[in-house]
C-alpha cells in the first residue's frame, strides 16, 4: 500500500500539470471544454491527494511501522486521538496534509465560480494547479510520506510529549486552513490581473475566502498562543519567534485588505493598493509555510536544518511570485487607475486608509525583525538576532493606535462626515474613555505604564461605539418595523452581518488587547527556589510549598508539588504543577538515567480568574538524585522493563520522602483570560461576517433599490 | 463618471501621497538604524571563545555539550560547542530553562562574556524542539 | 509492486482520466466566441456594481438612521447613490442586449 500511496502523488502531479495545460489553452480559445476539463483536473487532485492521505492515516491509526514516517512519529502507546493528529507532526505528513487543504480549497472556490468570471477563472485554475504540483514536487522529491522503513521496528518513537495536547493537534489544520484558503484569493487576483478583469466581480467573488483565510489564521495563531501559555513552562503567550511571526504578517495584510476592499466596494478607489494586499498575503502565506518547514531561521521550531532542497524550492517559488505579482501589477497599471480620490480627511476612506497603513507598518516592522539574521548577514557579513524588546518597542505603539482607529473607522461616514456629526457621534464614546482614563488615575496606578493606559482609554472608546451603534441601529429598526428591542436587534445584526459582524469584530480585539495590555505591563513574576514548608509573595498571594508528589504513568514519571495559596491571610486552595519526564529510546543511556534524559514537559498550575492568573511551574531539581540514578544505571545496565519500572519508582519515592528545593516559576498576571475571551468575541464576529445573508433579504433590498432608483429619473 | 479630476485635487492628492512616502521612508529609516544597534550578533562557541569583548552582548548558538550540566541552586551551568565540532565555552544561566533542554540540543542564549565565562541574560535562553530527522540516528533502538 | 496495488492505481487512473476527459468527450455545445466571453464577463461586472450600488445605498440609509449622517447630508448622498445607480442599471441593459444580440446572431 505504500506502492499506492507514492503512484497517486505521481498521478496527483501528472494531474496538476495537465490542468494547467489544459486551463491555459481553453483560455487562450481552445474552448470552455478545455477550461472545463482542467478544473475536473484540480477536482480529481483532490480526491487523488484525498486516497494518499486516507493511506496515510489508517497507517497511523493500526500503527504500522513499514511506514518510515508512522515508525518515527508514533507508537502503539499512543493513543488514538494523537495517532491521527501524528500524522502531521511530521515534515512529509504534514505537506500532505497542506495539499489536501489546497486541493480541498480550491475545488470549491472553483465549483463556487463555475458559472461566472469565465474570463479570470482559467488563469486562477492554472495558478492554484501550480502550487498543488509544487507541492507534489516536494512530496516526491524532498518529503516523501511513503518511504518504507527498513528494518520495520517492532515500536515507534512516539509522538513528541509536547505535541499531546488538543490545541497543538488542531492549530496546524487551522494555521494550514488559513495559508491555502490565502491562496485562492491570490490565484483569482492574478487571474484578473492576466485577463485585465479588474472590476467589482472579482473581488466579490473572492471576499469571503479572504475572511476565511483570515478567520482560520486568526484562530491558529490564538490556539498556538494559548497552548504555549498551558502547556510551556514559561508562562508567556507570545515570543515573537519567527514561526509565530510567519502567521502573524499575513493576518496583518488580510485584515487590510478586509477594510480597503470595502473602499474599492464603494468608491473605485485604491485599486493597486487591493490587489497587492492579495498578492501579498498570498506570498507571505507562503513564506509563512517556508519558515516553519525549511529551518531557515533560528526558531524552536524549526524542523530541518538550513540549507536544504526543500529551503531552495520555497526561495523559488517565492521568488516567482514576488516577480510575477510585480511585473503584472505594473503592466496592468492602466487598468488600476483610480476612479475617485480621497475627498476629505474626515471620512472613512481616510480613517481605513490609515488604518491600512499602520497594519502594513506593523507588518513591515515584524518582517524586518524577523528577517534581520538574514539581512544583517547580507549586509553586514555577521548574523545578528532582534529579541523581544525590540519587537514591542515598535509594534506596542502602533497597536495602541490600530485599537484608536478600529474605534473611530465605524462611526464616521462615507466621503465626507461634518464636524456638527462628528461631535455627535463621538460624545457618548469620548465620555467613556475619559470616564476610564480618570477612573485608572485615581483609583490606580496605571500611569506609570502610559502606553498601557493609552489603549485602555481607547479600548473604552471602542467598546462604548459598538455599544452605541447596537443600540441606535436596533433603535431605527424597532421605530420601523415595530420589533421589540431584542428581535430588532437580532434582526437587525441578520440584515447587516458584514457591518455588525466586523463591529463584533472590532470590540474582541479591543477587549483582546485590553488583556495584553494588562498582563505584560503589570505582571508580577519570580523565580523561587523552596524547599518544602517554605513560602514564596508574587503579587498579592503568598504561596507555600507544602510537599513534593510523584506520580508513575505508561508513559512518564512526573515529579511536583502541592503549592498552598493564600491571598490576604485567605485560603484559596491549592496549585498542583508537575514536570513529567518521557524516557528516551537512546541505547547509550541507562534504563534509569534514560527516563531523565528524553522528552520533559511541564504540567502547569494554573488558577484562572478574570481578574488575574496565578501560574505557577516547577522544575524539580535532580542533582542530589544525580548519584543514585549513576548507581541504578551502572547495577542494572541493561535491564528490561520490569526492572526499569520498579527503579523508577523506588527513585520517585526517594523524591517524595527526602525533597530536595526545587524552583518555581510563579507569575500572577491581570486579565490573562481577556485575551481568550476577546479572541472568541472577535472569531465570532468573523463568523457572522461570513455567514452567508438569507437569499431572501438580497431579493428584497434588490427589488427596494430598482424600484426606488427607478423613481429617481422622475424626481431628477 | 463625471468627477473629472481638477488641477487642485489632484495636486492635493499627490502631495499627501509625496508626504506620506516621506514618513514611511524616514520610519522605515529610523526602524533599520535602531535594529542594527539592538541586535546581538550570532556567534558559533569558536568564534565567541576567539573574538568576543568582555561587555558586549551575543547571540550564542550551539549545542549543549554531553555531561556538562550542572545545576547550583537556581543557577544552570552548562556548556556549549559547536554545532560540528567540539569547541565549547562555559556557560552561566539563570532564569527559565525551556521544556526541550537536554544535552545534545541545540540552544540559542544571548550571553556577555565576564572573564572566561559567559553569563547568559535572564530568560534568554532558547532550545530548538528536536529535530525527528537526527533523533533518529541517535535515538532509536 | 504486487497485484492488488497495481491494480487499485489503474483503477485510480482510469478513473481519473475518464473524469477528467469528460468534457472534452461531450457533444461541442455552441462555443462562446472571444466577443461573447467578453460581453457576457462585462454583464457580469456591470451586476456585481450594482449589486454593490445597492449595498452602498441600504449603507448609507443605515448611516442616517443610526445618525451619523444628517438629512440633509442623507439626502443629497442618497440622490447622488440613485443616479449613479441608474446610470449602471441603463448600462446593463445595454450591455444584456448586446449579448442577446449576438446571441440571436449565432443561432
Known sequence: ?716 | MGYCSEMDPSRKRRIRLVVALSVAVLLAGALAYTSFSASSEARSPSQLARTGTSGQSYQLTGKVATGSIRQQGSTLFFRVRDRAGSASVPVRYTGVVPDPFREGREVIVTVRREGGLFVGEKDSLVTKCPSKFTDKQTGKA | MDLVAFLVVLALLGAAVWFISAPLRAEPEEEAGKTDLARAAEVERLEAARDAKYREIRDAEMDFRTGKLSEADHRGLEAELRAEAVEILRELDEARARGLQSGQATS
Open chain 1, 1 to 716: 500500500m505504500i506502492v499506492v500511496g507514492r503512484a497517486c502523488l505521481i498521478l496527483a502531479l501528472a494531474a496538476a500539470v495537465y490542468g494547467i495545460g489544459a486551463s491555459l489553452y481553453g483560455a487562450r480559445g481552445g474552448g470552455t471544454a478545455w477550461v472545463a476539463s482542467g478544473r475536473r483536473a484540480m477536482y480529481s487532485l483532490f480526491g487523488i491527494v484525498a486516497v494518499a492521505f486516507g493511506l496515510l492515516e489508517s497507517a497511523f491509526l493500526r500503527s504500522d511501522f513499514s511506514f518510515d514516517v508512522v515508525a518515527s512519529h508514533s507508537s502503539t502507546t499512543t493513543p488514538d486521538f494523537y495517532k491521527a493528529t501524528a500524522i502531521w507532526s511530521s515534515q512529509e505528513g504534514s505537506l500532505l496534509l497542506w495539499i489536501l487543504l489546497l486541493a480541498g480549497f480550491s475545488s470549491l472556490a472553483l465549483r463556487l465560480t463555475r458559472a461566472r468570471l469565465r474570463e479570470v477563472a482559467p488563469y486562477a485554475q492554472a495558478v492554484l494547479l501550480g502550487f498543488a504540483g509544487f507541492f507534489a514536487v516536494l512530496l516526491l522529491l524532498f518529503a516523501n510520506p511513503f518511504a518504507a522503513s527498513s528494518p520495520v521496528p517492532a515500536q515507534g518513537t512516539g509522538l513528541n510529549p509536547l505535541l499531546r495536547h488538543p490545541m497543538m493537534a488542531i492549530h496546524p489544520v487551522m494555521l494550514y486552513s488559513g495559508y491555502t484558503l490565502a491562496a485562492v484569493p491570490f490565484a483569482f487576483a492574478i487571474g484578473a490581473l492576466v485577463a485585465r478583469r479588474l472590476g467589482a466581480d472579482w473581488i466579490a467573488a473572492i471576499r469571503r475566502f479572504s475572511l476565511g483565510a483570515w478567520l482560520c489564521l486568526g484562530i491558529g495563531i490564538l490556539l498556538g498562543a494559548r497552548w504555549s501559555y498551558v502547556e510551556l513552562g514559561w508562562g508567556g503567550y507570545w515570543g515573537w519567534d519567527p514561526v509565530e511571526n510567519a502567521s502573524l504578517m499575513p493576518w496583518l495584510t488580510g485584515t487590510a485588505f478586509l477594510h480597503s476592499i470595502m473602499i474599492q466596494e464603494k468608491r473605485g478607489m485604491l485599486k493597486v493598493w487591493n490587489v497587492s494586499l492579495v498578492l501579498a498575503t498570498g506570498t507571505l502565506a507562503i513564506l509563512g509555510t517556508f519558515l516553519v518547514r525549511s529551518g531557515v531561521l533560528d526558531s524552536i521550531h524549526a524542523f530541518v536544518g538550513a540549507g536544504n532542497g526543500i529551503a531552495w524550492m520555497f526561495t523559488g517559488l517565492i521568488a516567482v511570485m514576488v516577480a510575477g505579482s510585480i511585473a503584472l501589477v505594473h503592466g496592468r497599471r492602466e487598468a488600476l487607475r483610480s476612479e475617485h480620490g480621497l475627498d476629505s480627511l474626515l471620512s472613512r476612506e481616510a480613517v481605513f486608509l490609515l488604518n491600512n497603513l499602520v497594519l502594513v507598518a506593523l507588518c513591515f516592522v515584524i518582517f524586518w525583525g524577523t528577517f534581520f539574521p538574514l539581512i544583517s548577514e547580507a549586509l553586514t557579513g555577521t548574523k545578528a538576532a532582534l529579541g523581544p524588546p525590540w519587537f514591542s518597542r515598535y509594534t506596542v505603539p502602533l497597536a495602541v493606535l490600530l485599537v484608536l482607529l478600529s474605534g473611530i473607522g465605524p462611526v464616521i461616514a462615507w466621503r465626507r462626515a461634518t464636524a456638527a456629526n462628528l461631535r455627535r457621534m463621538f460624545a457618548w464614546p469620548v465620555a467613556g474613555a475619559a470616564a476610564v482614563l480618570v477612573a485608572l488615575l485615581v483609583l490606580s496606578d496605571t500611569a506609570r505604564k502610559p502606553l498601557a493606559l493609552a489603549l485602555f482609554c481607547f479600548a473604552a472608546l471602542v467598546l462604548v461605539v459598538v455599544g452605541q451603534e447596537l443600540w441606535r441601529g436596533a433603535r431605527a429598526r424597532g421605530s420601523m418595523t415595530r420589533e421589540a428591542p431584542p428581535a430588532a436587534l437580532v434582526a437587525l445584526v441578520r440584515r447587516n452581518r458584514r457591518r455588525y459582524g466586523g463591529y463584533l469584530v472590532h470590540a474582541g480585539i479591543a477587549v483582546l488587547f485590553v488583556g495584553v495590555a494588562a498582563s505584560s505591563a503589570f505582571q508580577h513574576a519570580r523565580d523561587v527556589r523552596l524547599s518544602p514548608g517554605q513560602s514564596a509573595r508574587v503579587g498579592g498571594y503568598q504561596l507555600t510549598y507544602v510537599k513534593p508528589t510523584a506520580k508513575l504513568a505508561s508513559e512518564k514519571v512526573s515529579l511536583g508539588a502541592v503549592l498552598r495559596v493564600r491571598k490576604g491571610g485567605r485560603d484559596l486552595g491549592t496549585l498542583r504543577p508537575t514536570r513529567g519526564y518521557y524516557p528516551t529510546m537512546a541505547p547509550d543511556k541507562g534504563p534509569v538515567g534514560g527516563i531523565f534524559d528524553g522528552q520533559a514537559t511541564s504540567e502547569v498550575g494554573l488558577r484562572p480568574g478574570l481578574r488575574r492568573d496565578l501560574w505557577t511551574a516547577v522544575e524539580p531539581d535532580l542533582g542530589p538524585l544525580q548519584r543514585f540514578i549513576t548507581q541504578a544505571d551502572r547495577q542494572f545496565a541493561g535491564a528490561g522493563s520490569n526492572v526499569q519500572g520498579v527503579l523508577v519508582a523506588a527513585i520517585a519515592q526517594r523524591y517524595v520522602q527526602r525533597p530536595p528545593p526545587a524552583t518555581f516559576r510563579i507569575i500572577d498576571s491581570p486579565l490573562v483570560t481577556w485575551i481568550w475571551i476577546g479572541s472568541l468575541i472577535a472569531f465570532t464576529g468573523g463568523l457572522i461576517a461570513l455567514w452567508p445573508a438569507p437569499a431572501v433579504v438580497r431579493r428584497r433590498a434588490a427589488t427596494a433599490a430598482r424600484t426606488g432608483a427607478a423613481r429617481e429619473p422622475a424626481r431628477a
